[in-house]
């Protein structure tokens, strides 16, 4: 009897040991269940701060960018109308002694605009920091570019304006800029010309809104005429113009004298301006691609009025400016002009 308890005693304690190892065994795997647990965790902890500390850089940088962007919408909202056409105001300029003025002219013309955005072609390898300046300062939607008239298309010096076409190769960009950019069906919007010396009334912008193809009016100071104007008849058609100057274009109007819509323009992709076309004749040339005479749509009160003057800003004379100079001095050391 005493040897079966013993027995059964030790087989007992056997079996308590079994499972006290169990016991531990489990105990020492939970043990490193948890660490591992703990680690992934932490290591998941640490992925996801990193990444939470970048987004919130992001934010951050992404914050004083909508700041920044939010000042300048703002200020334009209430020159965006959703319901109107854009207009698209193509406008090539060069550096000379006027260039500051001239454009501070016109972006100041401009702010008056809802619906618009000025794209603005500088001819120079580079853009230079005057423009960039005057665009940044100018509270307006605009797209800076630039590309260099090649050199023997430039005008020398003392050559006469007249002796080469202007603006070309910026015009053109701005057109690629705009087929690139603005090409989707149904798009609304309108292209319009501006050269940076001529004056704009605001009241243009109203007539350019209205522009389904392409819409013409008079322009004032042009042509050798106080007025350059087409003419209509009594169902209100274009059926000519009384230019003085080569009245025998097919569109003798200046190329402050009309606006295109751009669905009409984008619906050619490959109309350009061109160099091979005689002097006079790049209204002339562009026009007659997309357009017919009895199609053009006369506006400003069925051309009555006159809301655009072909100025000519004065070259200033620098004598004194050129004095300076030849001794290694100059007025704008400081300053920008
Ligand atoms: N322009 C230009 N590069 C030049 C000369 C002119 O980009 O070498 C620009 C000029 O700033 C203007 C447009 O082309 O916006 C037409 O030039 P301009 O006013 O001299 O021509 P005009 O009015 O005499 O036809
Ligand atoms: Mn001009």
Known sequence: MKMTIYKYNTIENMFNKKRTILYFGFFILFILWVI???????????????ILD???????????????????????CDKW??????????????????QKAELTRLSNTFRLINNFHWIIVEDAETKSTLVADLLLK???????LSIATPVEWKRK???????KPRGVKQRN?????????????????????????????????????LVKGVGVWPVGLVGGLLVEKPLIDINNKVIGWNSAWRPERPFPVDMAGFAINIKLLLSYPKVL??????????????????????????LADNCTKVYVWHTRTEEPILKAEEK????????DMNIEV
């Open 173 to 209: 960009l701005a057109l690629e800029w705009l087929r690139e950019r603005r090409n989707r069906k149904n798009y609304n919007g309108i292209v319009y010309f501006a050269d940076d010396d001529n004056t704009y009334s605001v009241d243009l912008f109203n007539e350019i809104r």
């Open 138 to 144: 100018s509270h307006l939607n605009y797209t800076h």
């Open 81 to 98: 109308n959703p319901t109107d056409p854009i207009i698209y105001a193509i406008t090539p300029t060069y550096k000379r002694p006027v």
């Open 157 to 163: 010096l003392k050559e006469p304006k007249w002796k």
């Open 54 to 76: 970048q987004t919130q850089l992001k934010l951050k940088i992404k914050s004083s960018n909508y700041n920044a962007l939010k000042v300048k919408f703002e200020s334009i």
């Open 324 to 331: 300076l100079r030849n001794q290694g001095l100059r007025s």
């Open 36 to 50: 591992t647990i703990k680690r992934r965790d932490a290591a998941q902890y640490q992925a996801l701060k990193e």
């Open 273 to 298: 301006f061109s160099w091979s076309v005689s002097r006079g004749y790049q209204e002339s040339a562009i026009l007659s691609q997309v357009i017919t005479k009895e199609k053009l749509e006369p």
